[in-house]
């Protein structure tokens, strides 16, 4: 059964503290994508990945980090430096950084 | 000039009517457009894309694009409760920075029975 998991679907982060989102995806995609989803605003561009071992800072990085070891995976850590982290963290996937993209089925992110 | 601009509604359709959906974007260079739908609480799940100028037909959905007036609609016919959804018209422009969307903030569609 192909496509995008999350996980988890809540998350819940106390202050100080790095919290890290997953992201898995079998569909043989070489592109990954972050995104982060307030209320009444379209979705913004965290990180991007083209190829593994290699990602790019999207329009809004600060606060975030990631990684691409493997093709299927592409985790983002929400650092303490994120002053302001509850949103809808969305990933996405296309077969290259110029094709359609598709999206999982997102974690949601609380601050206690 | 907002890059992606949509209504943001709520529109509200009688059950069997067409809505339509519009959404106007800045950057005449922009090369390829898509409506994605998302229901609440759930992720955004492509509808339609298109990239050339015309109609683009795809069961009860029809994309329609004018880069000349820099705009891009989605007219759903036969419209069903279950169409109730925001829908998000996102744009990628061409050349440096192709690989990046930029999204509209979405136009919350209401079907009523």
């Known amino acids: 059964d192909g496509g995008i998991t999350q996980s988890p679907k809540y998350l819940f982060r106390k202050e100080g503290q790095n919290v890290t989102l997953s992201c898995e995806q079998n569909?043989?995609?070489?592109?990954m994508y972050w995104y982060r989803q307030d209320p009444g605003q379209g979705l913004r561009l965290i990180y991007y990945?083209?190829?593994?071992?290699?990602?790019q800072k999207g329009d809004i990085a600060e606060g975030y980090s990631v990684s691409r070891e493997k093709k299927e995976s592409f985790p983002l850590t929400v650092t303490s430096a994120q002053k302001n982290p509850t949103a809808f963290y969305l990933c996405?996937?296309?077969?290259?950084?110029?094709?359609?993209?598709?999206f999982g089925p997102g974690t949601r992110l609380l601050v206690l | 000039q907002k890059e992606v601009e949509q209504n943001s509604g709520p529109l509200s359709v009688p059950e069997g009517a067409i809505a339509s959906l519009n959404c106007t974007y800045s950057?005449?260079?922009?090369?390829?457009f898509f409506w994605y739908r998302q229901y609440s609480g759930k992720s955004p799940e492509l509808i339609m894309s298109?990239?050339?100028?015309g109609d683009k037909e795809d069961g009860r959905f029809t994309a329609q694009l004018n880069k000349a007036s820099q705009y891009v609609s989605l007219l759903i016919r036969d419209s069903q409760p279950s169409d109730s959804a925001t829908y998000l018209c996102?744009?990628?422009?061409?050349?440096?920075?192709?690989?990046?969307?930029?999204f509209g903030k979405g136009t919350k569609l209401s079907v009523i029975p």
């Open positions: 996405a996937s296309s077969i290259s950084i110029q094709e359609t993209q598709y």
């Open positions: 569909l043989n995609h070489d592109a």
């Open positions: 990945s083209q190829i593994v071992n290699d990602f």
């Open positions: 950057d005449r260079g922009s090369q390829s």
């Open positions: 298109i990239y050339s100028n």
């Open positions: 996102a744009i990628r422009k061409a050349g440096a920075g192709s690989y990046q969307l930029t």
